[in-house]
């Protein structure tokens, strides 16, 4: 209960001060890496243990999505390009909430426009809700015949995790920023990969669920 209740707390309060915030550490109120869904490059199955090791970014969006997605990936492109040799440790992954549209091949030559690190994963409606109640993101999809009432609501945080797989911090809303901190982005994802996770009460809750 203090675990939800602590999560609940940190995905509501950064929002307003997203501008003087490039990141929201969350190390310990947010469950660990967790998922099984099918790798778009591959077409087999992954789950979050085929990423331990990595600084792992995780997303949800859809391939439709006409400005936030496309936003986003733009910049994450932009930060992969600053990494430098910390980029190959680092992985970007997508997770379509869109599963009916976003096909294997339809998700692996979206993301393949933006940059080759992408790794698009796609699983069943059960898995991808799942997945978005364990880490509370607002994801819901309206189905119609007509492309122009066909609706999907998606939050745009992305979740970054440690190479061990516990979440460390939040980027809110990077589609939505005009001026992204890209040197605060970027040396927070390098010191991931280098910098041991201090252990405590919180990190134990995380573990809980």
């Keep these: 209960m203090l675990r939800r209740f602590l999560l609940a707390a940190i995905l509501l309060t950064p929002f307003a001060a997203s501008a003087a915030q490039p990141v929201v550490r969350v190390t310990g109120l947010v469950p660990p890496l967790a998922f099984t869904m099918k790798d778009a490059s591959t077409g087999k199955t992954v789950t979050a243990a085929d990423f331990r090791g990595k600084v792992v970014m995780l997303y949800f969006g859809y391939t439709n999505c006409p400005d936030v997605c496309p936003d986003t990936l733009y910049k994450l492109h932009q930060i992969y390009l600053k990494l430098g040799a910390a980029a190959a440790n680092t992985v970007f992954l997508f997770v379509t909430v869109d599963?009916?549209?976003?096909?294997?091949?339809?998700?692996?030559?979206?993301?393949?426009?933006?940059?080759?690190?992408?790794?698009?994963?796609?699983?069943?409606?059960?898995?991808?809700?799942?997945l978005t109640r364990r880490y509370r993101v607002v994801a819901s999809v309206h189905p119609s015949p007509d492309p122009e009432k066909y609706q999907v609501v998606h939050s745009a945080l992305i979740y970054v995790f440690g190479p061990h797989g516990n979440a460390r911090f939040i980027i809110p809303d990077l589609?939505?920023?005009?001026?992204?901190?890209?040197?605060?982005?970027?040396?927070?994802?390098?010191?991931?990969?280098?910098?041991?996770?201090?252990?405590?009460?919180?990190?134990w809750l995380a573990r809980l669920g």
Excluded: E, I
Excluded at 110 to 118: E, G, N, R, T, V
Excluded at 181 to 203: C, F, I, N
């Design 99 to 130: 599963p009916a549209r976003d096909t294997l091949p339809v998700l692996k030559k979206y993301l393949a426009l933006f940059d080759p690190h992408f790794v698009g994963l796609r699983g069943s409606a059960n898995q991808v809700y799942q």
């Design 175 to 203: 589609g939505l920023n005009q001026h992204p901190d890209y040197a605060v982005l970027t040396s927070d994802l390098a010191k991931l990969g280098t910098t041991p996770q201090k252990r405590g009460l919180l990190t």
